[in-house]
């Protein structure tokens, strides 16, 4: 079954300051979110006062059914799939991956697979896709290991420093 979940918008209320709310020290960091009494506050440069910004958890929007799976996929040029845990857990594939990948590519969708891991290289991280029988290029791979390369070539990092 495919479910579609809404994305709620996270802002800082724009309400004025509650009597509880207290003005924060100079000493206090600006930009952090803070956690007090078990609700987020927010501070920002500009306002030197804490205001409630809605928690993920507390706004969670449940999951509705997705009533047409075809026209959401119609409607989305790239999809970006993690691997850890999305298409495999461990050294096995996830049930019905390989359909759902062959499907997506018969429709002319790009794929993009992402992971945080970092341990494996796009050509070895190529090789895992290639011994669980999914045929994946090495450009629709992205681990943190290659974003992080990519960014300090961007900013012309010395080759001869070290990271």
């Known amino acids: 079954m495919l479910l579609a979940r809404a994305s709620p ?8 300051p509650t009597p509880s709310s207290q003005t924060l020290p100079p000493s206090a960091s600006f930009g952090r979110s ?5 609700s987020l506050t927010a501070a920002s440069p500009n306002c030197a006062v804490r205001r409630p910004v809605m928690a993920a958890a507390a706004a969670a929007v449940p999951a509705a ?5 075809e ?19 461990g050294d096995k594939l996830i049930d019905g991956v390989p359909e759902t990948l062959d499907l997506l590519r018969s429709k002319g969708k790009r794929l993009v697979f992402v992971t945080n891991n970092s341990t494996k290289s ?3 991280y190529g090789k895992k896709f290639e011994t669980l029988g999914l045929s994946v290029n090495e450009e629709e791979i ?17 080759k001869d ?3």
Do not use: N
């Open 34 to 38: 803070q956690r007090t009494g078990g």
């Open 161 to 163: 420093k070290k990271v």
């Open 142 to 158: 992205f681990a943190s290991s290659f974003a992080a390369a990519a960014y300090l070539q961007s900013i012309d990092f010395p």
């Open 65 to 69: 059914k997705l009533e047409d799976a």
């Open 9 to 16: 918008t996270f802002l800082p209320s724009t309400s004025s």
């Open 71 to 89: 026209a959401l996929i119609d409607s989305v040029e790239t999809f970006i799939f993690d691997c850890d845990g999305v298409i495999w857990k």
């Open 122 to 124: 796009r050509k070895q």
